[in-house]
């Protein structure tokens, strides 16, 4: 059976209708979300109520959690100080505009979902905001899955989709006792293991515009990175008429992952 993984939706309610009509003309009728349904986005409401009303089951997002509980999850992920005050801007107006009883449904959201032996996350399975670049050291690529019990690792939040195999490998551990004189080699061989990364229905930043998710075959274990076109223009006349920056809407519309990046290496997270 086929199954469709969406994730970062942020608020594009353009983007998140196309990408669910290309789902439904395959006939897949389960999908996950990865979060972040909220945030950057003109449209908070109108997505969470469309996830809500396709009961679509879901985990929660970095940007979920932080307008539950605050901007107290620091990770240091703005590239430049002017990119962070737009984002604490993005977050107030958020939670400004969200309805208390979309904030509940936020709140209720389970921090992972897990389906036989896959685990689906936002940021990875120790937090909402840790990142599983697709370069990332492949030990702890694969420290991550092996840690969560999965074979399969679904996450987002990086808004960059992949899929990364990490093929059958093995550790060797040395250990001496106290004396320093007798050593004991233990290997451990580890089995294939697989991360996949949704990317981004509402914000892709993979150096395109059009929206991306993924479609997993249980039978044949296969993973499809699919690319969607949307309505950009819809989005980014609705983010200027909600008075969000409007960087918002020109990096949207490019496809460029920050608007600006510093080479300031004294930036300090102000959180």
């Known amino acids: 059976m086929k199954h469709a993984v969406i994730s970062c939706l942020h608020a594009n309610l353009s983007a998140v209708e196309a990408v669910l009509g290309d789902i439904d003309r395959q006939g897949i009728e389960t999908i996950t979300c990865l979060g ?25 997002g970095c940007w979920d ?22 984002g604490h801007m993005a977050h107030q107006w958020t939670t400004e505009e969200l309805t208390d009883e979309n904030k509940e449904f936020l709140a209720s959201l389970p921090t992972s979902i897990r389906r036989g032996r896959s ?3 936002h940021g990875s399975p120790n ?35 992949y899929v990364r195999e990490l093929g059958n490998g093995s550790i060797r551990v040395n250990i001496k006792n106290a004396s320093d004189r007798e050593r004991e080699d233990i290997k451990m061989t580890l089995p294939l293991r697989r991360i996949v990364n949704a990317g981004s229905v509402g914000e892709p930043r993979h150096g395109g515009v059009n929206a991306t998710y993924v ?52 930036h300090v997270c102000e959180r």
């Open 119 to 121: 685990l689906f996350v």
């Open 36 to 60: 972040d349904l909220v945030g950057y986005g003109p449209q908070p409401n109108e997505v969470v109520e469309l996830i809500r009303d396709r009961k679509i089951e879901t985990c929660q």
């Open 215 to 266: 479609i997993h075959d249980d039978i044949k274990n296969d993973v499809e990175i699919r690319e969607v076109a949307y309505d950009i223009d819809r989005t980014c006349e609705a983010i200027i008429e909600a008075g969000l920056p409007n960087v918002f809407a020109w990096r949207l519309s490019n496809g460029f992952e920050f608007a600006e990046l510093a080479e300031d290496a004294s």
């Open 65 to 86: 959690e932080d307008i539950i509980d605050g901007l107290d999850a620091c990770d240091c992920s703005y590239p430049s100080q002017l990119a962070e005050r737009r």
């Open 127 to 161: 937090s909402q905001h840790e990142y599983l670049l697709p370069d990332m050291d492949a030990f702890a690529a694969l420290e991550r899955v092996e840690m969560s019990g999965a074979d399969t690792l679904f996450c987002g939040h990086t808004h960059l989709p």
